[in-house]
């Protein structure tokens, strides 16, 4: 069994099973849970995985070695995890590893109402006193506490549809991508009733991911989908990650569209429901999308990359709605918490409410030139960053929120670490797509020379 150090991360717990996360971690995780966080009672919920069901189990014997009840909600999306939380008042935890391969497993924790337990708010505590029990072992506390199975998928797929006005689309033809992932468990139970020919992809759950992995971000895991959407004529493609809290749109033509675009689309709708209020952004992020915002009457904030920090600010400033670029969509009305499928509605409720197509519908939210998401592993990731730094001293405005940032007057990049992997993540914008390559390859000619 290796560090805890490794695996608890800035907002989860994340590592290779069984090399860095096993059972045993996750029993004394379970006790240290609840001992840090004071819970007499928790919810728990997993993905297909095939080791989720093990270390869920594991976690609910830590847990109620404490004297803590537990429910079972059993296979679930990390955003059901959230309404159960949200919906019960009790604090829960998601076993799953999100878009990882299938050799990886975590946990993403909440106290009760949904809000995230991160760095700074118990994940620290939880990994030292894990790390204490694991040494000296559990031990015996007295009362154990209950554990009741509950079947929670209906009430979420009904609560879900209270939150967008879906009584006037028209019917749609829409491909879903599940990767083999947790969104074939929750789709038909969320779709069920609506005006939608659903073309499944991948809906059987199979934790191996036989088909591609659950990772919608890769080009490459959404050419089936693009090829499906194109073959069937749909109105409009869906892929989620493995477990489902992140959404991502392909359009009518087979195109991808940038989640950017759907987080100006929905801050719209929002701010039509609630004219004022503030939308939260990150700072990798369009610079179309703080524009949209202030057009509309809204207060754009930004903020740092990261669920926990998002769901942190959105909670300070009564942010109506939030959006990062890595397709994560955060809603006041469902506890501050992200949910891919809820976004997944506004698309369908924006698209559906008119006759024009969903390329034409959204070209009035995407004004900047993207380079996406751009991964490069380096030896020494802050000499990496000290270089290019170095390299447009004098070209721009220097901003270090969150890595470094770089922004001219018509173009922009971001380089940072990644908070749960080895790698150094560049994003660039420019109102031009021959100047954003241009950004781009310079920034990536120096990153990978420190390779």
Request: overall charge negative; some cysteine.
């Amino acid at each position: 069994m290796g560090d805890l150090a490794k695996i608890f991360k800035a907002y989860d717990v994340r590592g290779v099973v069984p090399d860095e996360f096993d059972e045993r971690t996750a029993e004394a995780v379970g006790a240290a849970f609840v001992e840090v966080t004071g819970a007499t009672s928790a919810v728990v919920a997993r993905d297909m995985r095939l080791s989720s069901e093990p270390l869920s189990d594991a976690f609910v014997r830590g847990a109620t070695s404490r004297g803590a009840d537990v429910i079972d909600a059993g296979l679930g999306s990390t955003d059901l995890l959230y309404y159960a939380s949200g919906s019960l008042g009790l604090p829960g935890v998601m076993f799953t590893a999100s878009h990882n391969p299938a050799r990886y497993n975590g946990m993403k924790m909440c106290h009760a109402g949904a809000v995230p337990v991160g760095t700074d708010t118990g994940l620290t505590a939880i990994r030292d006193r894990a790390a204490e029990l694991l040494a000296a072992g559990l031990g015996e506390t007295g009362r154990t506490g209950s554990v009741i199975e509950k079947d929670l998928l209906q009430g979420y797929a009904e609560h879900l549809r209270t939150l967008v006005d879906l009584s006037a689309i028209r019917p749609l033809k829409v491909v879903v991508d599940a990767g083999n992932a947790m969104a074939g468990h929750t789709v038909p139970a969320v779709f069920g009733g609506l005006p939608i020919e659903l073309t499944p992809l991948y809906f059987e759950l199979d934790g191996s991911f036989p088909n591609h992995e659950a990772n919608p971000i890769e080009p490459a895991n959404l050419r089936d989908l693009q090829r499906a959407v194109l073959a069937t004529r749909a109105d409009l493609g869906l892929a989620f990650d493995g477990d489902a809290d992140r959404c991502w749109v392909i359009d009518e033509r087979g195109e991808s569209v940038s989640p950017s675009t759907i987080t100006a689309l929905v801050a719209t709708r929002e701010l039509a429901k609630h004219p004022g209020s503030t939308i939260i952004h990150n700072l990798i992020t369009s610079r179309g999308v703080p524009e949209i915002v202030t057009e509309h009457g809204g207060v754009p904030v930004r903020t740092r990359v990261g669920h926990s920090i998002i769901k942190a600010e959105m909670a300070r400033t009564g942010a109506v709605f939030g959006g990062e670029h890595s397709a994560h969509y955060y809603f006041r009305d469902f506890w501050y918490a992200d949910s891919g499928m809820l976004a997944a509605l506004h698309v369908l409720a924006a698209l559906g409410e008119q006759a024009r197509p969903l390329s034409q519908v959204l070209a009035a939210y995407a004004r900047y030139h993207a380079s996406g998401e751009i991964n490069s592993t380096v030896h020494d990731q802050a000499e990496a960053v000290r270089q290019v730094r170095e390299t447009f001293e004098g070209r721009g405005a220097f901003d270090e929120l969150d890595g470094l940032t770089v922004a001219g007057r018509d173009w922009w990049f971001n380089l940072r670490p990644s908070n749960t992997e080895p790698l150094l993540r560049l994003n660039a914008e420019a109102a031009d797509p021959s100047q954003m390559a241009a950004i781009r390859d310079e920034v990536l000619a120096v990153v990978r020379s420190e390779k």
